[in-house]
Every structure is written in structure tokens, then in C-alpha cells.
């Protein structure tokens, strides 16, 4: 997976790398009289990565070049699965216990309590790969402006 974003600070060993998020409907043929690409564009925000150089050399980096940052596939069907469906069946999970113990308020205290618990395992996940380079986005090329 491949993103482009402009270059607005440069370290000693990484660079800050601005992109904007967009919604995911922009391939779309229909996309300029569509309401959700506007609302799309309307409430697209930047954000920025700090990306490290991994041996490159500074001097060939500029302010304002485009930068294209990646991560592995693999990487990022991972975080998706975790971030969607742990939480999903834990939800499931504990309301289904919790509806066998005490009927229909047990289901909802359980898939609250579910969700809950899928978030901190989630939390937990993020925190413990957060130094994983694989987990980290890579500078594959710089464009010049």
C-alpha cells in the first residue's frame, strides 16, 4: 500500500510526511455529483507520519517534496482484522454468554462488557508492535515538486 504526502519536517534519521485523508469513494466515475465525495472532501483532514529515513541521505530531501510512504500488506491486513473483528466477537461472544446467564440484560451488560474488553485487546496489540518496524511505515521513493 502506497500513499503520497508532502514533506514538512527533516530529522537527522526520519522526516514528517503530511497526508490528507480522504474518504474511499475518489475512484468513483460518479464522484463529482455525489454527495459523499463532497461531504468527503468537505471533512478530509491532514495528518503527519513520522517516517524514518533508514540510512538515506538527508541532503537528497527537501522541504515540500512528495514523498511516498508505504507499508506492507500484510501488516495492514492484520491491524484491519484485529481492529474489526476482535472486538466484533467479543461482543458476540459475551452477550451470547451473557444472555444463557441472566436473559436479555445479561446480553447487553455482556456485549458492552464484549466491546469493551475487544477494545483494551486492541489497545494492548497496537501498544506492543508499536516499535515493530514492520508495523511502521517505510519512505519508498521522493518525488521532487
Request: hydrophobic share 50%.
Amino acid at each position: 500500500m502506497e500513499e503520497r504526502g508532502r514533506i514538512v519536517a527533516i530529522e537527522a534519521d526520519a522526516i514528517w510526511v503530511e497526508t490528507v485523508q480522504r474518504s474511499g469513494c475518489h475512484g468513483c466515475a460518479a464522484k463529482s455529483g455525489c454527495g459523499t465525495g463532497l461531504l468527503g472532501d468537505y471533512w478530509a483532514n491532514a495528518s503527519r507520519i513520522r517516517v524514518a529515513l533508514n540510512s538515506r541521505d538527508t541532503a537528497a530531501v527537501r522541504l515540500n517534496d512528495i514523498a511516498v510512504i508505504g507499508i506492507a500488506e500484510h501488516a495492514l491486513t492484520t491491524a484491519a482484522l484485529l481492529v474489526y473483528l476482535v472486538p466484533l466477537l467479543a461482543l458476540l461472544l459475551l452477550a451470547y454468554g451473557g444472555q444463557e446467564v441472566a436473559g436479555e440484560p445479561g446480553a447487553i451488560v455482556g456485549a458492552i462488557a464484549g466491546l469493551a474488553l475487544g477494545a483494551l485487546v486492541v489497545r494492548w496489540f497496537s501498544h506492543r508492535r508499536a516499535a515493530d518496524p514492520s508495523f511502521s511505515p517505510t519512505l519508498l521513493r521522493i518525488e521532487s515538486r
